[in-house]
Structures are given as C-alpha cells and as structure tokens.
C-alpha cells in the first residue's frame, strides 16, 4: 500500500494567518491526490482534488501544490470556519489511502 | 442537490452481523462509483471497500476482505456494505463516499457501528 505521511499532526494558528501543511507519498502518484476538511462530529469535506484544483464552490483562500512526492495545502488568511482536521488522500491506486491528519487550532 | 444517507449502524455483539446501507439521490447513482470507509472513534480516516458503477469490480481493504460485503442496486439508487465477524476493532463510523473519475467529491453524514457486549 501507498503511505502518506502528513505533517504536522497538529497547529496552532490566528485569524488571518497563512497555514501550511504538507503530505508525503511513499512513491509516485503522479497528482492523484486530494484535500479534505473535517469539523468534529461532521462527514469529511472535500476540498482540492488533482492536487491542485479546487471543488466547486470552495473558496480560492484553499491551495493545493505539487513537487513529485511531496504535496502541500495552503490556507490563505485562516477564516473561524476553517478550524479543523485536515487529511490528504491518494486515489493513484483503487486502494486509497489517507494522511494521518493535522489539526488547526485557535491560537 | 447531491445527498449519501448512510443508515443501518448500531450497537452489535461480537461475532455479529451488520448491514449498512447508504441511500443516494441528486444524481444519476449508476453512473459513479462508490467506497465505504470509516474512522474508528479519535482515529484517521480507513478505506475499506470499492465498487464499480455497474458492479463488475470490486476492491477491499485487506482489513475486511473476507468479512464484509459491498453491494449496489442501480435501480433503487443504493448501496450496501453487508459486515460480518464483527470485532471490536470494527466499531467506526462508517462514511459512503462518492468517486468522479478517480477522487472523491460527495460524502454521507456517517452511521456509527458500536461491537460490543
């Protein structure tokens, strides 16, 4: 199976800060890989799929990138409504598998 | 308006059997493929099993394979995830999942399966 090693497990972070959090695949998956949200008690969200594009109706604040392996997530100027469990995805292959996730705190 | 409504989970004795359903409207159901995954309780996110629009293949995580069963009718607009040997490291909420092309873009709300006596 294909390991994602995501980074940090946890932040914290204010309103209006840029926040990064990074994924790693343990080989190639070309842009396979997704960004998803979730709010506790709630369904994941997705938000970025191939890497880089964003789902409809997602707001441009949310940024995806790709160097080889390695994926980052972006968060321009962290909104309230942000606060949450972030996990990447990889769908290179028909088993998926997910980040360990990384979770954005109040500061 | 895309809706997963996943139903069927509650409390299950070891040993026990449980079948899941996840009811989808919205959209045409026959055209996109589908995946179970759950998350056991303070935990990640688990992939556990794959089905093709038409059901003519099927993948499992090797967590379940053997033990669980994913389904679908086309004609009622459903899928099915039929457990058995239920343990207690299978108690998770267990999320139905939309796949367009490859990545995910629809989740259910989730049904929570507890394995305990």
């Known amino acids: 199976d294909i390991q994602m090693t995501q980074s940090p497990s946890s932040l914290s972070a204010s309103v209006g800060d840029r926040v990064t959090i990074t994924c790693r695949a343990s080989q190639d998956i070309s842009n396979y890989l997704g960004w998803l949200q979730q709010k506790p008690g709630k369904a994941p969200k997705s938000l970025i799929y191939?890497?880089?594009s964003l789902h409809s109706g997602v707001p441009s604040r949310f940024s995806g990138n790709r160097s080889g392996t390695d994926f980052t997530f972006t968060i321009d100027s962290l909104q309230p409504e942000d606060f949450a469990t972030y996990y990447c995805q990889q769908y290179s292959t028909s088993s998926w598998t997910f980040g360990q996730g990384t979770k954005v705190e109040i500061k | 308006e895309v809706q997963l409504v996943e139903s069927g989970g509650g409390l299950v004795q070891p040993g026990g059997s449980l079948r899941l359903s996840c009811t989808t409207s919205?959209?045409?159901?026959?055209?996109?493929?589908m995946n179970w995954v759950r998350q056991a309780p303070g935990k990640g996110l688990e992939w556990l099993a794959y089905?093709?629009?038409?059901?003519?293949?099927?993948y499992y995580a090797d967590s379940v394979k053997g033990r669980f069963t994913i389904s679908r009718d086309n004609a009622n607009n459903a899928l099915y995830l039929e457990m058995n040997s239920l343990s207690a490291e299978d108690t998770a909420v267990y999320y139905c999942a939309r796949e367009s092309g490859g990545p995910t873009d629809y989740w259910g709300q989730g049904t929570l399966v507890t394995v305990s006596s």
């Open positions: 919205g959209f045409t159901f026959s055209s996109y493929e």
């Open positions: 191939a890497a880089s």
């Open positions: 089905i093709s629009n038409a059901a003519t293949t099927i």
